[in-house]
């Protein structure tokens, strides 16, 4: 891979674990303290509207480059990993029924919770112009489509 493309990779791994991390304090400000779809898209909106703080996006891409170097420090190991799959093959089959719905956010009055419901608002209108930020709002609209969850 060209080193233009490896960076463009890395970057894109760096703005999904970060939304990961937004993702887990929505899940943990939750009532039911879930990571579901619906905070996994929350994380997903807030950090394409939101630009990483210097420590955000160190933290990040260190993590990228470590997935990308095989030096994750992950804790599966291959029966774990064949558990998860198990998990979301089961998964896969419920969404098959499942009905199209409004995603589900937090009452949390904290400033992450707060800014993700103002970005879920203006989600709609929100309008990208660079190819990387394009590939993050499609990632949006496919884990909608996967969790068939509608942002209005």
């Known amino acids: 891979m060209e080193n233009a493309q490896m960076n463009i990779l890395k ?9 990961m991390n937004i993702a887990s304090i929505i899940s943990d400000h939750s009532e039911t303290k879930e990571l579901d779809g619906d905070c996994v898209i929350s994380g997903l909106v807030y950090r394409l509207m939101n630009p990483m703080s210097d420590q955000e996006m160190y933290n990040s891409l260190t993590k990228a480059n470590n997935i990308m170097n095989g030096e994750d420090d992950s804790d599966y190991d291959t029966e774990e990993e064949e558990e ?3 998990e979301s093959n089961k998964y896969d089959e419920e969404l098959k029924d499942k009905s199209w719905r409004k995603i589900r956010t937090n009452n949390c009055q904290c400033d992450v919770c707060k800014r993700v419901r103002e970005c879920l608002n203006m989600y709609k209108t929100y309008e990208v112009y660079e190819p990387l930020a394009n590939k993050f709002k499609n990632a949006i609209e496919n884990t909608c489509n996967t969790h068939k969850i509608i942002i209005e």
């Open 84 to 86: 998860l799959l198990e």
């Open 11 to 19: 970057c894109f791994i760096a703005q999904m674990d970060s939304a």
